[in-house]
């Protein structure tokens, strides 16, 4: 930067008197050393005009590259002022994270501790809960056998009371023992037990056939009804499916119908896209051609949008500055 700054720093000379030789006679107090004489003009207005502007633009240019050089120092120390800052924050900032690694440790153990604790007191209130419900069952079976002993006493009372009004029938069936054939039950010593065996064959045979009966009535009726349900069942599948294709059909029909629709505005969008591409390449030509006008030869033609604009811009705000400073004088 000091490099750039001395090269672009003015050297002049030691100011000197400017004298305009107008008149005759010469001026005995003031040093011929220190005097620059100029004769009396003799160009054109408009020589002189012209020598003007291009002696203020180039003290302009000087100076603003003296400007530029003070701004791009001052830019510099900026920077390395703003570096200096972000370091000090990047060591403020590492160490808050190492400040927020130790807090989030130290919470973690603490609600480690927390959850152990929280643990124990749950496993502490279940056990107590567990031994209370243990308890209150305990109480309750107690209180069940309690009521089932008692039921069982009056069942033993009403069993008795059952067995003195069966002796009876008892004392009948020995009877009828007495006076049957001897071949009737085919054993030889028929007991009041086999008779009653008997009857219970036979009963269990009558129930089982009435229960088969039974059965194969319900297995008609639950076929008939399963018969039913699956033509029911297969004529609402088939209206199903027929109001299923009939959907699926117009589905159809609106999906190319859409399908037409969206190729149409692919071909209008691809239209618009040419004539847009069109547009654009004429206008990138014509920004390129205005750019090259407006270049000064300083530096080598632009190859990107932007810099074409740029070259643009600074060509104009030049023309407007030359006007403006034109007009002042």
Request: net charge neutral; aromatic share 6%; proline share 2%.
């Amino acid at each position: 930067m000091s490099g750039d700054s001395s090269a672009g720093q003015l050297e002049l000379e030691t100011p000197r008197k400017n004298v305009f030789v107008t008149q005759l006679g010469k001026r005995e107090e003031e040093d011929a050393k220190d005097v620059r004489k100029y004769p009396i003009i003799g160009e054109s207005p408009r020589t002189l005009l012209q020598d003007g502007r291009n002696t203020l633009q180039s003290t302009l240019l000087l100076q603003k590259r003296k400007e530029m050089n003070q701004v791009q120092g001052l830019l510099e120390k900026k920077r390395h002022d703003f570096a200096k800052r972000m370091d000090a924050c990047a060591e403020k900032q590492q160490e808050l994270r190492n400040k927020q690694k130790q807090i989030r440790e130290r919470v973690k153990k603490f609600e480690k501790f927390l959850k152990e604790n929280d643990a124990k007191r749950q496993r502490a209130n279940q056990k107590y809960q567990t031994e209370m419900k243990m308890r209150e069952q305990k109480e309750r079976d107690f209180d069940t056998l309690a009521l089932q002993l008692d039921d069982l006493e009056i069942q033993k009372t009403r069993i008795q009371l059952t067995l003195t009004n069966y002796e009876k029938f008892e004392r009948y069936l020995q009877t009828v023992v007495d006076v049957l054939p001897e071949d009737y039950l085919e054993v030889n010593d028929p007991q009041i037990k086999d008779i009653m065996m008997r009857y219970k064959t036979l009963s269990e045979t009558n129930a089982d056939l009435v229960h088969s009966v039974q059965d194969y009535y319900d297995q008609i009726e639950q076929e008939q009804q399963n018969l039913a349900e699956l033509l029911k069942e297969k004529n609402n599948l088939l209206m199903l499916f027929n109001s299923k294709l009939a959907m699926k059909q117009k589905l159809l029909e609106t999906k190319k119908q859409h399908t037409a629709h969206l190729e149409q505005r692919i071909f209008e969008r691809e239209k618009a896209g040419k004539q847009q591409s069109r547009e654009l390449g004429e206008i990138k030509l014509a920004l390129s051609n205005l750019s090259e006008m407006c270049q000064t030869g300083q530096r080598g033609n632009p190859t990107t949008l932007a810099e074409m604009l740029s070259s643009v811009q600074e060509r104009l705000l030049d023309l407007e500055y030359v006007a403006v400073q034109s007009q002042k004088l």
